[in-house]
Protein backbone atom coordinates (compact mmCIF):
# COMPACT_ATOMS: atom_id res chain seq x y z
CA UNK A 1 0.00 0.00 0.00
CA UNK A 2 3.00 2.35 0.91
CA UNK A 3 4.25 1.84 -2.79
CA UNK A 4 1.01 2.49 -4.32
CA UNK A 5 0.95 5.57 -2.66
CA UNK A 6 3.95 6.65 -3.31
CA UNK A 7 3.47 6.04 -7.16
CA UNK A 8 -0.19 7.77 -7.24
CA UNK A 9 2.10 11.06 -5.34
CA UNK A 10 4.30 10.64 -8.20
CA UNK A 11 1.77 10.48 -10.45
CA UNK A 12 -0.21 13.52 -9.11
CA UNK A 13 2.64 16.01 -9.53
CA UNK A 14 3.24 15.03 -13.04
CA UNK A 15 -0.07 14.75 -13.90
CA UNK A 16 -0.72 18.77 -12.92
CA UNK A 17 1.85 20.47 -14.98
CA UNK A 18 0.33 19.64 -17.81
CA UNK A 19 -3.00 21.47 -16.95
CA UNK A 20 -3.61 24.93 -18.17
CA UNK A 21 -3.37 27.48 -15.38
CA UNK A 22 -6.55 29.65 -16.57
CA UNK A 23 -6.38 32.36 -13.99
CA UNK A 24 -5.87 35.91 -14.50
CA UNK A 25 -2.79 37.07 -15.89
CA UNK A 26 0.20 38.38 -13.84
CA UNK A 27 2.51 41.44 -15.54
CA UNK A 28 5.23 43.25 -15.01
CA UNK A 29 7.07 46.33 -15.53
CA UNK A 30 10.66 46.78 -15.24
CA UNK A 31 13.14 44.69 -12.97
CA UNK A 32 14.74 44.39 -9.64
CA UNK A 33 17.90 43.38 -11.02
CA UNK A 34 18.14 45.98 -13.47
CA UNK A 35 18.07 49.09 -10.47
CA UNK A 36 21.60 49.39 -9.86
CA UNK A 37 22.42 52.68 -8.53
CA UNK A 38 19.71 54.50 -10.88
CA UNK A 39 15.82 54.29 -10.54
CA UNK A 40 14.32 54.53 -13.99
CA UNK A 41 10.83 55.40 -13.72
CA UNK A 42 9.01 52.06 -15.50
CA UNK A 43 5.35 52.86 -15.26
CA UNK A 44 2.82 55.37 -14.13
CA UNK A 45 -0.01 53.69 -12.17
CA UNK A 46 -2.48 56.01 -14.13
CA UNK A 47 -1.85 54.57 -17.54
CA UNK A 48 -2.56 51.13 -16.17
CA UNK A 49 -5.35 49.66 -18.93
CA UNK A 50 -7.55 48.23 -16.36
CA UNK A 51 -7.51 49.07 -13.18
CA UNK A 52 -10.83 47.10 -11.60
CA UNK A 53 -9.91 44.61 -9.41
CA UNK A 54 -6.19 45.29 -9.55
CA UNK A 55 -3.98 44.05 -7.22
CA UNK A 56 -0.29 45.23 -7.69
CA UNK A 57 2.89 46.12 -5.69
CA UNK A 58 6.29 47.66 -6.25
CA UNK A 59 8.69 50.37 -4.74
CA UNK A 60 7.29 53.89 -5.01
CA UNK A 61 8.57 56.46 -7.03
CA UNK A 62 12.68 56.26 -7.03
CA UNK A 63 13.14 54.40 -4.16
CA UNK A 64 10.66 56.53 -1.96
CA UNK A 65 8.31 54.01 -0.20
CA UNK A 66 6.29 51.24 -1.23
CA UNK A 67 3.28 50.81 -3.16
CA UNK A 68 0.48 48.30 -2.66
CA UNK A 69 -2.74 48.49 -5.07
CA UNK A 70 -5.08 46.48 -3.19
CA UNK A 71 -9.03 45.52 -5.09
CA UNK A 72 -8.30 48.45 -6.78
CA UNK A 73 -7.19 51.01 -4.47
CA UNK A 74 -3.74 52.46 -4.87
CA UNK A 75 -1.63 52.58 -1.09
CA UNK A 76 1.58 54.20 -1.00
CA UNK A 77 3.54 54.18 2.10
CA UNK A 78 6.51 56.78 2.99
CA UNK A 79 9.14 57.56 6.06
CA UNK A 80 10.92 60.27 5.61
CA UNK A 81 10.65 60.73 9.11
CA UNK A 82 12.07 58.12 11.61
CA UNK A 83 10.02 55.80 12.57
CA UNK A 84 6.97 57.82 11.29
CA UNK A 85 4.87 55.87 7.91
CA UNK A 86 2.55 57.70 6.30
CA UNK A 87 -0.24 55.62 3.80
CA UNK A 88 -1.53 58.04 1.41
CA UNK A 89 -3.64 57.13 -1.96
CA UNK A 90 -3.38 57.83 -5.12
CA UNK A 91 -3.06 56.50 -9.02
CA UNK A 92 -1.08 60.00 -9.89
CA UNK A 93 2.24 58.04 -8.99
CA UNK A 94 5.25 55.74 -10.43
CA UNK A 95 7.22 52.57 -9.98
CA UNK A 96 10.65 51.78 -11.12
CA UNK A 97 9.33 48.21 -10.98
CA UNK A 98 5.76 46.71 -10.75
CA UNK A 99 4.16 43.00 -11.11
CA UNK A 100 0.34 43.62 -11.16
CA UNK A 101 -3.04 41.22 -11.74
CA UNK A 102 -6.33 41.90 -12.33
CA UNK A 103 -8.34 39.65 -9.85
CA UNK A 104 -12.05 39.78 -9.89
CA UNK A 105 -12.81 36.27 -8.49
CA UNK A 106 -10.47 34.35 -5.58
CA UNK A 107 -11.16 31.25 -3.78
CA UNK A 108 -11.37 31.09 -0.08
CA UNK A 109 -9.19 28.46 1.74
CA UNK A 110 -8.12 27.97 5.51
CA UNK A 111 -4.10 28.17 6.36
CA UNK A 112 -3.62 27.41 9.56
CA UNK A 113 -0.33 28.64 12.21
CA UNK A 114 2.07 28.58 12.71
CA UNK A 115 4.05 30.49 10.37
CA UNK A 116 7.30 31.89 11.61
CA UNK A 117 8.84 33.04 8.10
CA UNK A 118 8.02 34.37 4.39
CA UNK A 119 9.47 31.03 3.82
CA UNK A 120 7.06 29.19 5.19
CA UNK A 121 4.10 31.53 3.60
CA UNK A 122 6.41 30.22 0.42
CA UNK A 123 6.16 26.92 1.37
CA UNK A 124 2.68 26.97 2.15
CA UNK A 125 1.31 28.71 -0.29
CA UNK A 126 3.02 26.50 -3.00
CA UNK A 127 1.80 23.40 -1.15
CA UNK A 128 -2.10 24.38 -1.04
CA UNK A 129 -1.70 25.60 -4.22
CA UNK A 130 -0.61 22.35 -5.64
CA UNK A 131 -3.16 20.53 -4.16
CA UNK A 132 -5.83 22.55 -5.53
CA UNK A 133 -4.45 21.93 -9.05
CA UNK A 134 -2.45 25.11 -9.85
CA UNK A 135 0.69 24.91 -12.23
CA UNK A 136 3.61 26.62 -9.82
CA UNK A 137 5.15 27.39 -13.34
CA UNK A 138 3.14 29.97 -14.03
CA UNK A 139 2.92 33.44 -11.47
CA UNK A 140 -0.27 34.04 -9.90
CA UNK A 141 -1.39 36.50 -6.95
CA UNK A 142 -2.40 35.29 -3.75
CA UNK A 143 -3.84 36.91 -0.22
CA UNK A 144 -4.08 35.54 3.62
CA UNK A 145 -6.31 37.14 6.27
CA UNK A 146 -6.36 37.12 10.03
CA UNK A 147 -4.88 38.40 12.84
CA UNK A 148 -0.84 38.67 13.13
CA UNK A 149 0.53 38.29 16.25
CA UNK A 150 4.08 40.13 15.22
CA UNK A 151 4.79 41.94 11.81
CA UNK A 152 8.12 42.85 10.98
CA UNK A 153 7.99 45.13 8.11
CA UNK A 154 9.94 47.68 5.80
CA UNK A 155 9.18 51.22 3.63
CA UNK A 156 12.66 51.80 1.75
CA UNK A 157 13.51 55.55 1.73
CA UNK A 158 15.72 57.38 -0.83
CA UNK A 159 19.31 56.91 -1.08
CA UNK A 160 20.01 60.33 -3.37
CA UNK A 161 20.14 63.85 -1.45
CA UNK A 162 17.86 65.10 -4.56
CA UNK A 163 15.08 62.88 -3.61
CA UNK A 164 12.42 64.18 -1.30
CA UNK A 165 12.53 62.16 2.28
CA UNK A 166 16.83 61.47 2.04
CA UNK A 167 18.26 60.25 5.17
CA UNK A 168 22.21 60.18 5.35
CA UNK A 169 22.50 56.29 5.34
CA UNK A 170 19.31 54.92 5.83
CA UNK A 171 18.14 52.71 2.85
CA UNK A 172 14.64 51.64 4.99
CA UNK A 173 12.72 52.37 7.51
CA UNK A 174 11.94 49.09 9.97
CA UNK A 175 8.52 48.67 11.72
CA UNK A 176 7.62 46.36 14.53
CA UNK A 177 4.22 45.31 14.61
CA UNK A 178 1.89 43.39 17.20
CA UNK A 179 -1.30 41.98 17.44
CA UNK A 180 -2.89 43.52 14.19
CA UNK A 181 -5.60 42.40 11.80
CA UNK A 182 -5.02 42.84 8.47
CA UNK A 183 -3.78 41.38 4.95
CA UNK A 184 -0.78 39.76 3.00
CA UNK A 185 -1.04 40.63 -0.44
CA UNK A 186 1.92 38.22 -2.28
CA UNK A 187 3.11 37.27 -5.68
CA UNK A 188 3.84 33.61 -5.97
CA UNK A 189 6.42 33.03 -8.99
CA UNK A 190 9.39 30.46 -9.54
CA UNK A 191 10.10 32.25 -12.85
CA UNK A 192 10.92 35.81 -11.76
CA UNK A 193 13.84 35.68 -9.39
CA UNK A 194 15.73 39.10 -9.44
CA UNK A 195 12.35 40.72 -11.64
CA UNK A 196 9.66 41.18 -8.76
CA UNK A 197 10.96 38.73 -6.38
CA UNK A 198 14.59 37.94 -4.60
CA UNK A 199 17.19 35.83 -5.56
CA UNK A 200 16.67 33.59 -3.44
CA UNK A 201 12.78 33.87 -2.89
CA UNK A 202 9.50 33.14 -5.05
CA UNK A 203 7.65 35.37 -3.19
CA UNK A 204 7.12 39.10 -2.50
CA UNK A 205 5.12 40.08 -0.24
CA UNK A 206 3.40 43.34 1.46
CA UNK A 207 1.29 43.93 4.37
CA UNK A 208 -2.08 46.48 4.99
CA UNK A 209 -3.12 47.06 8.02
CA UNK A 210 -6.98 46.83 8.23
CA UNK A 211 -7.58 50.18 9.24
CA UNK A 212 -4.98 50.82 6.30
CA UNK A 213 -2.57 53.14 9.05
CA UNK A 214 0.35 50.83 7.56
CA UNK A 215 1.71 49.50 4.89
CA UNK A 216 4.68 47.83 4.12
CA UNK A 217 6.93 45.28 2.65
CA UNK A 218 6.77 42.19 4.99
CA UNK A 219 10.35 41.19 6.48
CA UNK A 220 9.12 38.31 9.58
CA UNK A 221 6.03 37.33 10.52
CA UNK A 222 5.00 35.50 13.45
CA UNK A 223 0.86 34.15 14.06
CA UNK A 224 1.02 31.57 16.59
CA UNK A 225 -1.91 29.23 16.13
CA UNK A 226 -4.58 31.14 14.72
CA UNK A 227 -6.21 30.30 11.59
CA UNK A 228 -5.77 32.52 8.35
CA UNK A 229 -7.99 32.70 5.49
CA UNK A 230 -6.21 31.82 2.11
CA UNK A 231 -7.03 33.19 -1.40
CA UNK A 232 -5.83 32.35 -4.99
CA UNK A 233 -7.42 33.46 -7.91
CA UNK A 234 -10.46 31.29 -9.34
CA UNK A 235 -9.26 29.15 -11.60
CA UNK A 236 -12.04 29.69 -15.08
CA UNK A 237 -12.57 26.91 -17.09
CA UNK A 238 -11.43 26.69 -20.71
CA UNK A 239 -14.41 24.97 -21.62
CA UNK A 240 -17.80 26.57 -21.87
CA UNK A 241 -20.20 24.86 -19.45
CA UNK A 242 -23.68 26.42 -19.69
CA UNK A 243 -26.73 24.94 -20.99
CA UNK A 244 -29.64 26.28 -22.28
CA UNK A 245 -32.36 24.70 -21.18
CA UNK A 246 -36.52 24.83 -21.93
CA UNK A 247 -39.22 23.81 -19.18
CA UNK A 248 -42.54 25.20 -18.65
CA UNK A 249 -43.13 28.71 -16.78
CA UNK A 250 -45.36 27.01 -13.68
CA UNK A 251 -46.84 24.67 -11.73
CA UNK A 252 -49.41 24.04 -14.58
CA UNK A 253 -47.53 25.99 -17.14
CA UNK A 254 -46.61 26.01 -20.83
CA UNK A 255 -43.42 25.16 -22.16
CA UNK A 256 -41.36 28.15 -23.19
CA UNK A 257 -39.25 29.05 -19.82
CA UNK A 258 -35.78 29.59 -21.30
CA UNK A 259 -32.94 29.59 -19.03
CA UNK A 260 -28.99 28.62 -18.69
CA UNK A 261 -27.92 26.65 -16.36
CA UNK A 262 -24.16 25.89 -15.37
CA UNK A 263 -21.59 23.38 -13.78
CA UNK A 264 -21.78 26.04 -10.98
CA UNK A 265 -25.35 25.23 -10.60
CA UNK A 266 -25.02 21.17 -10.55
CA UNK A 267 -22.08 21.59 -7.93
CA UNK A 268 -25.25 23.28 -6.00
CA UNK A 269 -27.18 20.68 -6.29
CA UNK A 270 -24.80 17.82 -5.64
CA UNK A 271 -23.30 19.02 -2.84
CA UNK A 272 -19.74 19.55 -4.04
CA UNK A 273 -17.26 19.77 -7.17
CA UNK A 274 -15.42 16.55 -8.10
CA UNK A 275 -14.55 14.63 -11.17
CA UNK A 276 -17.48 12.62 -11.44
CA UNK A 277 -20.26 15.02 -11.56
CA UNK A 278 -17.48 17.28 -14.33
CA UNK A 279 -17.46 13.71 -16.19
CA UNK A 280 -21.06 13.67 -15.87
CA UNK A 281 -22.13 17.02 -16.78
CA UNK A 282 -19.83 17.25 -20.18
CA UNK A 283 -20.68 13.68 -21.21
CA UNK A 284 -24.13 15.31 -20.80
CA UNK A 285 -23.46 18.43 -22.45
CA UNK A 286 -21.86 16.59 -25.83
CA UNK A 287 -25.17 14.52 -26.13
CA UNK A 288 -27.46 17.31 -25.50
CA UNK A 289 -25.74 18.74 -28.41
CA UNK A 290 -26.55 15.88 -30.71
CA UNK A 291 -29.86 15.35 -29.95
CA UNK A 292 -31.03 19.10 -29.81
CA UNK A 293 -28.65 20.75 -32.17
CA UNK A 294 -30.57 24.53 -32.10
CA UNK A 295 -28.63 24.67 -28.70
CA UNK A 296 -31.87 24.59 -26.33
CA UNK A 297 -32.51 21.12 -24.21
CA UNK A 298 -36.43 20.58 -23.68
CA UNK A 299 -36.30 18.53 -20.21
CA UNK A 300 -39.61 18.23 -20.68
CA UNK A 301 -39.10 15.72 -23.74
CA UNK A 302 -36.03 13.78 -22.62
CA UNK A 303 -35.42 10.68 -20.50
CA UNK A 304 -32.32 8.77 -19.48
CA UNK A 305 -30.34 6.23 -18.38
CA UNK A 306 -27.53 6.70 -15.84
CA UNK A 307 -24.97 4.09 -14.56
CA UNK A 308 -25.25 4.23 -10.93
CA UNK A 309 -22.29 6.36 -9.49
CA UNK A 310 -24.14 9.55 -7.18
CA UNK A 311 -22.25 11.75 -9.59
CA UNK A 312 -23.50 10.43 -12.79
CA UNK A 313 -27.23 10.15 -11.38
CA UNK A 314 -26.97 13.45 -10.07
CA UNK A 315 -26.03 15.11 -13.00
CA UNK A 316 -28.62 12.66 -15.01
CA UNK A 317 -31.74 13.88 -13.13
CA UNK A 318 -30.83 17.54 -12.95
CA UNK A 319 -29.76 18.21 -16.57
CA UNK A 320 -32.28 15.70 -18.24
CA UNK A 321 -34.86 16.67 -15.96
CA UNK A 322 -35.19 13.11 -15.75
CA UNK A 323 -37.39 11.00 -12.78
CA UNK A 324 -38.15 7.72 -12.20
CA UNK A 325 -41.59 8.55 -11.11
CA UNK A 326 -42.26 10.02 -14.04
CA UNK A 327 -40.93 6.97 -15.97
CA UNK A 328 -38.23 9.20 -17.46
CA UNK A 329 -34.85 8.11 -15.49
CA UNK A 330 -33.36 4.85 -14.47
CA UNK A 331 -30.27 3.28 -13.41
CA UNK A 332 -28.29 0.50 -14.66
CA UNK A 333 -25.49 -0.59 -15.14
CA UNK A 334 -25.83 -3.13 -17.93
CA UNK A 335 -24.44 -0.88 -20.31
CA UNK A 336 -20.62 0.39 -21.44
CA UNK A 337 -21.86 4.07 -21.72
CA UNK A 338 -21.99 6.49 -18.78
CA UNK A 339 -25.48 7.28 -20.18
CA UNK A 340 -28.26 6.90 -23.12
CA UNK A 341 -30.27 9.50 -23.71
CA UNK A 342 -33.63 9.69 -25.93
CA UNK A 343 -35.44 12.36 -27.26
CA UNK A 344 -38.85 11.28 -27.17
CA UNK A 345 -40.53 12.93 -29.53
CA UNK A 346 -38.13 12.02 -32.12
CA UNK A 347 -37.25 9.04 -30.67
CA UNK A 348 -33.45 9.27 -31.00
CA UNK A 349 -31.05 8.13 -28.59
CA UNK A 350 -27.48 8.06 -27.95
CA UNK A 351 -25.21 6.50 -25.88
CA UNK A 352 -21.95 8.23 -24.52
CA UNK A 353 -18.95 7.57 -23.54
CA UNK A 354 -15.28 8.42 -22.09
CA UNK A 355 -12.59 7.47 -23.99
CA UNK A 356 -10.34 5.05 -22.86
CA UNK A 357 -6.89 5.85 -21.02
CA UNK A 358 -8.34 9.40 -20.28
CA UNK A 359 -9.40 8.89 -16.24
CA UNK A 360 -6.02 7.70 -14.81
CA UNK A 361 -6.52 4.15 -13.54
CA UNK A 362 -4.89 4.99 -9.81
CA UNK A 363 -7.73 7.36 -9.32
CA UNK A 364 -9.86 4.16 -9.43
CA UNK A 365 -7.59 1.81 -7.65
CA UNK A 366 -7.81 4.17 -5.28
CA UNK A 367 -11.37 5.00 -4.83
CA UNK A 368 -12.25 1.17 -5.08
CA UNK A 369 -10.09 0.95 -1.73
CA UNK A 370 -11.83 4.05 0.34
CA UNK A 371 -14.97 2.45 -1.18
CA UNK A 372 -13.92 -0.52 1.19
CA UNK A 373 -12.88 2.05 4.04
CA UNK A 374 -9.11 0.98 3.78
CA UNK A 375 -7.62 4.14 2.90
CA UNK A 376 -5.79 6.48 5.70
CA UNK A 377 -7.09 10.36 5.99
CA UNK A 378 -4.14 11.84 4.40
CA UNK A 379 -4.89 9.06 1.35
CA UNK A 380 -7.89 10.15 0.95
CA UNK A 381 -6.44 13.60 0.33
CA UNK A 382 -4.18 11.81 -1.56
CA UNK A 383 -6.55 11.03 -3.73
CA UNK A 384 -9.36 14.24 -3.44
CA UNK A 385 -6.01 15.59 -5.39
CA UNK A 386 -5.57 13.58 -8.06
CA UNK A 387 -9.25 13.56 -8.98
CA UNK A 388 -9.44 17.33 -8.61
CA UNK A 389 -6.30 17.41 -11.16
CA UNK A 390 -8.25 15.35 -14.01
CA UNK A 391 -11.38 17.68 -13.44
CA UNK A 392 -8.92 20.52 -14.02
CA UNK A 393 -7.72 18.46 -17.43
CA UNK A 394 -11.56 18.30 -18.39
CA UNK A 395 -12.15 21.73 -17.92
CA UNK A 396 -9.30 22.71 -19.66
CA UNK A 397 -9.52 20.39 -22.61
CA UNK A 398 -12.25 19.84 -26.02
CA UNK A 399 -15.12 17.41 -24.64
CA UNK A 400 -14.97 16.04 -28.27
CA UNK A 401 -11.44 14.94 -27.39
CA UNK A 402 -12.90 13.08 -24.20
CA UNK A 403 -16.27 11.71 -25.17
CA UNK A 404 -17.31 9.90 -28.15
CA UNK A 405 -21.28 9.17 -28.77
CA UNK A 406 -23.04 6.69 -30.62
CA UNK A 407 -26.68 6.36 -31.98
CA UNK A 408 -28.66 3.66 -31.19
CA UNK A 409 -31.00 2.87 -33.50
CA UNK A 410 -32.91 0.21 -31.51
CA UNK A 411 -33.04 1.05 -28.35
CA UNK A 412 -35.88 0.10 -26.29
CA UNK A 413 -36.65 1.69 -22.51
CA UNK A 414 -36.76 -0.60 -20.30
CA UNK A 415 -37.00 0.86 -16.92
CA UNK A 416 -35.74 -0.90 -13.68
CA UNK A 417 -36.51 -0.46 -10.16
CA UNK A 418 -33.52 -0.85 -7.76
CA UNK A 419 -32.62 0.79 -4.85
CA UNK A 420 -29.56 -1.11 -3.20
CA UNK A 421 -26.79 0.96 -5.38
CA UNK A 422 -24.39 1.95 -2.50
CA UNK A 423 -23.79 6.38 -2.43
CA UNK A 424 -20.58 5.90 -2.04
CA UNK A 425 -19.71 9.58 -1.93
CA UNK A 426 -20.41 9.63 1.81
CA UNK A 427 -19.02 6.53 3.17
CA UNK A 428 -15.95 8.42 4.50
CA UNK A 429 -17.87 11.49 5.73
CA UNK A 430 -16.86 10.64 9.26
CA UNK A 431 -13.06 10.16 8.64
CA UNK A 432 -10.57 12.20 10.83
CA UNK A 433 -8.50 14.94 9.11
CA UNK A 434 -4.64 14.28 7.90
CA UNK A 435 -2.44 15.33 10.29
Request: glycine content about 6%.
Amino acid sequence: MKKLVLILVSIAFSFQSSIAQNTPKVHTKGAMKDMGTTYPLEIWLDTLPDKSNSFAMGPYDKMKGEITVFDGKPFFATAFVKDKGVVSQSWDIRSPFFVYSNVKDWEEFYLDGPINSTQEIQEKVAALAISKGYDLKEPFAFRIAGKFNQITAHIVTPRSPEIEGYRPDVKSQKFFLENNNGELLGFYSEQHQGIFTGSNSFVHIHFLKNDQTFMGHLDEITTGTHSYKLYLPKKHALVKTVMQVNDTDFSKGRLGNIQNIDLDDLVKFHGHLCDGLVVGHLALQRAMQELYPDGIVDRTNTRIVSKASPCLTDAAIYITGGRYQFNTFYISNNMDALFTVQRMDTQKAVAVQMKKGLKPMEIDQLGALAVKGELSACDLDILKGMEDNFTQLLLSTDPKDNFTLSEITDFIWSPVLKNDYIKTDILNKNKTKCQ
